[in-house]
């Protein structure tokens, strides 16, 4: 049987939705890395007051997407740059690298929230369309995992759960940080938020555990579109009333 590929995507996007750091890794069935692209986007990371960092300007200071972390997230940018570990490439180069990729390997296009990249991907130029395979890694995830009594279990012991909205609507977390510890059934550290390590240490041990499970053709036709409502907290959690003996004095 001919060797199958996956290529998983990760990107982190500006206020303008474009990106700034884009990462895609090259693997093989059994999860080994056999090529890997990580690069800051010249023109888009390297204008950042055109194209600043993502925040959420409601957000608290000390929150992840607030602007105060947006300058820090954009100061390790800048460091990783200094030391190495980041380079800045043009769209076009890392447009010629995926097609290089595509002709060696014909790997299968996934991400954890693929429209979500892509989307942003071809607001910066970036060619997704060569990929002629391609599955939803969040949606084939969660169409696995997701409504599990021992994903749901997880879930409640570990308080995963999303802040309710104005309307009440309260849903559980199915992102890649919980699903990867769930998969791998380690604590893992909060995401960096950072393309390249995002891929590696939490998308990588979700497809992993993916692809053991199952057929790549099955995996790919299994992903069914996330809907937040088959995720609420109120459809999965009942209350009960736990029995307790009567006092002497009842």
């Known amino acids: 049987m001919a060797k199958q590929f996956v290529a998983t995507i990760d990107v982190e996007t500006t206020q303008d939705h474009k990106v ?55 100061g390790r940018y800048c460091k990783m740059v200094e030391n190495g570990t980041r380079m800045v490439a043009s769209v076009t180069a890392i447009n010629r690298w995926m097609e290089r990729a595509v002709g060696k390997y014909d790997p299968i296009l996934t991400a954890y929230n693929l429209s979500f990249d892509t989307t942003k991907m071809t607001n910066t130029g970036i060619d997704h369309t060569i990929f002629s395979r391609r599955f939803c890694l969040w949606h084939t995830a969660c169409a696995k995992w997701g409504t599990t009594n021992a994903y749901k279990n997880f879930v409640m012991e570990n308080h995963y759960f999303n802040p309710p909205t104005k309307l009440g609507n309260m849903t559980y977390k199915t992102n890649a940080e ?28 979700i497809l992993n555990a993916l692809i053991k499970r199952g057929k790549m053709q099955d995996i790919i036709d299994s992903g069914v579109a996330y809907n937040w409502r088959d995720y609420q907290a109120k459809d999965h959690y009942k209350a009960c009333l736990l029995y307790t003996s009567p006092s002497p004095r009842d």
């Open 20 to 74: 700034a750091d884009f990462a895609c890794v090259i693997t093989d069935r059994k999860g080994r890395i056999h090529s890997q692209c990580a690069v800051l986007v010249d023109g888009i990371f390297t204008n950042s007051e055109k194209h600043p960092l993502f925040f959420d300007s409601s957000a608290h200071s000390t929150a992840l997407w607030s602007k105060k972390s947006a300058d820090r997230r954009y």
């Open 178 to 205: 919980v699903m990867a510890r769930f998969v791998t059934g380690t604590m893992l550290p909060d995401e960096p938020h950072t393309a390249l390590e995002d891929i590696i240490d939490y998308e990588l041990p």
